[in-house]
């Protein structure tokens, strides 16, 4: 990991590709790195993890704790496309699989961030799918396939 004045001389879109390699590694302390203090992560409000959250601990208890409490993740690919004024447009899929179950299910999100000073500020999630998405989380946590 780079010390923080490398964040700072990195692009928005760098910025973002190494918080998606290190979410893609398990690492979170890599992804706190990559996110500033207050980060604002809106997620679609049909997930169980869905609303706005603040701050970086927030995102890791609410968000990512919620998503790898109940499934494996494993993005297969990640594109970054930069915009004006630290815009960053990122899109992800992968493969979701339930801990309790084996059920894989495909995950296809596209993601805009905000980046200032090297870190991500904020980030609006939309994924392909949500209604299927939450139904796949409630079927991982009560244990039951389709």
Do not use: C
């Amino acid at each position: 990991m780079s010390n923080g004045t490398d964040a700072v001389t990195q692009s928005p879109a760098d910025v973002v590709r190494g918080l998606y390699a290190s979410l893609s590694e398990g690492d979170v302390p890599g992804v706190l790195a990559r996110l500033a203090p207050e980060v604002i992560v809106d997620e679609p409000e049909q997930l169980p993890y869905g609303g706005v959250h603040q701050g970086r601990e927030v995102f890791v208890r609410s968000v990512l704790g919620a998503m790898m409490g109940y499934a494996g993740v494993a993005i297969s690919a990640a594109e970054v496309f930069e915009g004006p004024a630290g815009t960053v447009v990122g899109t992800l899929t992968g493969t979701l699989t339930a801990h309790t179950t084996g059920e894989e299910f495909p995950l296809t999100m596209v993601e805009i961030h905000q980046v200032e000073d090297g870190t991500v500020r904020r980030i609006d999630v939309h994924t392909k799918n949500p209604h299927e998405l939450a139904a796949f989380y409630a079927r991982a946590e009560a244990g039951v396939t389709r």
